[in-house]
């Protein structure tokens, strides 16, 4: 076998090595996607109701609380970044650090301090890389987070909600995160989380909410509270938290296998295309070597045959 | 006889929902029973079992479930369970939630000893 070809059948071996890696990381994420779905699809529910109540105190009682008021001069505010541990998902984790740095420039340039608490490795290491401080940080249940795992999460955000700014405490929460919409578009976006905002443009959490303020607004005050209006959002408020951080985390987790899987199916396009080419200019080279080959035969015998020509003479 | 749509939800998953003609569930000022046409209310929910009177056919069912924390929210007779954690009776594992009270006991870790004796008290509570 020639020089040549044996390159081309060396590196056509590689690359279909590397897409069968590939290809098998595609169906790995595109099960995970399904999974990852139905959970977001089952936490639902949950959410909703919680929202519901929320919005029955915040219409049916006038009391002041994080919850539902908005400071008058924020001083600090806490940004909660949710990545993923691991790459091989195209953009989905610059795209979430990118969003982050543009709100907080946003909430600096309002001037307010961002404490930035990090979901996931590839948002630590981008931050230690870079030696900028983090509030607090939590790896190794990006892919299959739990309810657990929120509330780990959302407990030191509360805390920090609870505590006087002069303290080190916040006045506002916000939380990037990549959200899906389907297996083809996953955007990073950025809530305020706490206090709440009534914003219709936020879609469906924020569209329950309208309505059932509006509904609410009829039998304003008639909610009967135990213990106490006060009481409750007490036990409200980091319920909240924890229930939005857990969707968020679900979110982030499906847009990730989402994204893993389309970077991985482009890489198999990819190897496929390489395959082709490669497998092109292999047979080019065996065509060239059979081609040389005969050529030279038919050199030999003629030169033999012009010799014994010339001997019979 | 008059009824009220029940939705008991935990964090990760809807539990059931239905018909019920009377819900009982604990808040910290003590048991409250909640039947259809009650007034709107918002209560913190104690971790204990939650009793559902199921609707339809005579006496009707009854489905209990353990709570572990959350909220009830009752409004235009719709009531709303919510819970960080809820297992209906019938899901308990008595044995795993017996362990589970001894190994508390013996770890006195007051949590886990009363997240197990609701455990126990929901299945006692359906037999």
Known sequence: MGAQMRVYKRRIRSVSATKKITKAMEMIAASRVVKAQRQVAASTPYATELTRAVTAVAAGSDIRHPLTTEVERPVRAAVLLITSDRGLAGGYNSNAIKQTEALTNRLTGEGRQVDHYVVGRKGVSYFGFRERPVAESWTGFTDNPTYADAKKVAAPLIDALNRQTSEGGVDEIHIVYTEFHSMMTQTAVDKRLLPIVFDKTAEESAEVFEEARKKEQEYQALYDFEPSADGVLDALLPRYVESRVYNALLQSAASKHAATRRAMKSATDNAEELIKSLTRLANQARQAEITQEISEIVGGANALADASAGSDR | ?127
Do not use: C, Y
Not at chain 2, 15 to 33: C, K, L, N, Q
Not at chain 2, 76 to 92: F, G, Q, R, V
């Open chain 2, 1 to 127: 006889m008059a009824e009220l749509h029940v939705e008991l939800v935990a964090a990760d998953r809807s539990v059931w929902s239905g018909e019920a003609t009377r819900v009982i569930a604990r808040t910290p000022s003590g048991d409250i029973g909640i039947m259809p046409g009650h007034q709107p209310l918002l209560t913190v929910l104690e971790s204990g079992p939650v009793t559902i009177r199921t609707a339809g056919g005579g006496d009707g069912g009854t489905v209990v479930a353990a709570v572990h924390g959350g909220f009830i929210s009752f409004a235009d007779n719709k009531l709303s369970l919510l819970a960080e954690i809820a297992e209906l009776s019938e899901e308990i594992d008595v044995e795993r939630a017996e362990r589970a009270l001894e190994r508390a006991k013996s770890d006195a870790d007051a949590e886990a000893e009363r997240r197990a004796e609701v455990r126990l008290l929901a299945v006692a509570g359906v037999r």
